[in-house]
């Protein structure tokens, strides 16, 4: 299949395009970081957006340069992937939804519309994030020098899913098949293949062993 990208496109010179690769109306690709003077992103020179065979750069939708996104793909409508981000083959990014610089996504992810996925996060393979999530990683929230030393996204591990509305505080490890009830907010680990409601987050049971990704 032949690269596509439509003539209102923007596809900055080096960028990689694999094969059968379509990059829709007004996509951007291979945007180069605009850093203000107190933003703790790093500084140093990018390589080229890098994104794999079959996937599809949605309407509007922007991939900065030095990211490199896998194979089918989906980057939705409108949304946004920043620099040195990772993301595997057959993620989804829902429209309008954010992932920020140095973030590694996983196989099979699928992150819903208008999610915040956080710089110097980890999302494992087979992560569900549903609508409206938003993941933090400043515990100072801008203040001090001392924060800029324990900024830290969450890792959230292999089949977790966490629920529309959902506040993930910074540093936080959603283990491996947990499952994050809709509009929790999570301020402390949450341990492997159980379920957390709440503001703020507890453990209410066990997740159904029919929805373990080993039974599906």
């Known amino acids: ?23 829709l109306e007004n996509a951007v690709v291979g945007k180069q970081p605009a850093l203000g003077s107190k933003s703790t992103a790093r500084r140093d020179p990018l390589g080229p957006a890098e994104i794999g065979p079959g996937t599809i750069v949605s309407t509007g939708a922007i991939v900065f340069a030095g990211t490199t996104v896998g194979g089918g793909c989906i980057l939705g409508d409108q949304s946004c992937v920043r620099e040195r981000v990772s993301i595997a083959d057959d993620v989804v990014v829902g429209r309008g939804s954010l992932v920020e610089n140095d973030t590694t996504i996983g196989r099979g992810t699928r992150i819903q519309a208008e999610a915040y996925v956080t710089a110097y996060s980890t999302l494992e393979e087979d992560v569900f994030i549903a609508p409206c999530v938003v993941t933090t990683n400043d515990n100072f929230m801008g203040r001090t020098e001392r924060r800029k030393e324990l900024l830290k996204g969450p890792t959230i591990r292999r089949g977790a899913r966490v629920g529309g509305g959902a506040v993930i505080c910074p540093g936080v490890e959603i283990g491996e098949e947990a499952f994050v009830g809709a509009g929790a907010v999570v301020i402390r680990d949450v341990p492997a293949r159980k379920v957390v409601v709440g503001n703020p987050a507890r453990v209410l049971r066990d997740v159904a062993d029919d929805e373990l990704l080993e039974n599906q």
């Open 1 to 23: 299949m032949a690269t596509d990208v439509h003539p209102s496109a923007t596809v900055y010179p080096g960028t990689v395009l694999g094969e059968g690769v379509r990059v």
